[in-house]
């Protein structure tokens, strides 16, 4: 997925090829970033996409970034991932030369997994994905509930129950944005006002 800045000078590592980029950034100029995270736990695992907008594009970015989700499990190809994969290993490699990022990742792996994989094994480990592996993952990602989280001005961003119906959904699209708005101005106007004609 990788990401950035709306703003990147590209260069190696960069993530100027990467899905969040060309799918996102390259063709939503409202969106200022996009960037895929991933948090590892021993028992579970966090994924996100965090993003940023204009408030005034609140419902669209959330809509790009369901859409961005629910392809992940449909559209993987070869070229992508083999990009990811090279990405993903030069990123550990050139990590690991910095002494207190590979301290830190020594005392990761050790909590984790009760043991220390050396970066060869790491690569190896990386370079052994499928898209099928990453399909079954992405699948069983999605048939949990997802966790939402937003400031700034909020008024146009769908509702958590908005949100979660959408991810439900095949083709992962928002509804109600009409009613959304309406509701939301609605609160904003006096009773004396909505009947007067």
């Not at 966090?46 to 594009?57: K, M, Q």
């Not at 809509?63 to 990009?83: D, G, P, T, Y």
């Not at 990405?87 to 020594?106: A, F, G, H, V, W």
């Not at 129950?161 to 959304?180: P, Q």
Request: proline share 4%; hydrophobic share 35%.
């Amino acid at each position: 997925m990788g990401g950035g800045g709306s703003f990147s000078a590209g260069g190696p590592g960069k993530g100027m090829y990467t899905r969040l980029y060309l799918q996102v950034l390259n063709r939503y100029h409202w969106m200022y970033s996009a960037l895929a995270l991933n948090h590892p736990y021993q028992d579970t695992g966090l994924f996100t996409i965090n993003a940023s907008s204009h408030p005034n594009h609140g419902w669209d970015l959330v809509q790009v970034l369901i859409k961005q989700f629910k392809e992940m499990a449909h559209n993987i190809n070869h070229s992508e991932l083999e990009r990811a994969k090279t990405q993903l290993k030069s990123t550990l490699l050139m990590n690991l030369e910095y002494r207190n990022i590979e301290l830190e990742d020594i005392g990761r792996q050790v909590l984790a997994s009760g043991s220390r994989k050396s970066p060869a094994e790491l690569c190896a480990m990386i370079e052994s994905v499928t898209p099928l592996q990453l399909k079954d993952v992405v699948e069983k990602m999605l048939e949990s509930r997802p966790s939402v989280g937003a400031f700034g001005d909020l008024k146009n961003v769908p509702g958590y129950e908005e949100i979660e119906a959408a991810f439900k959904r095949d083709d992962g699209v928002l509804t109600n944005r009409l009613s959304h708005f309406l509701l939301r101005g609605m609160k904003n106007v006096g009773k004396s006002d909505i009947v007067k004609s």
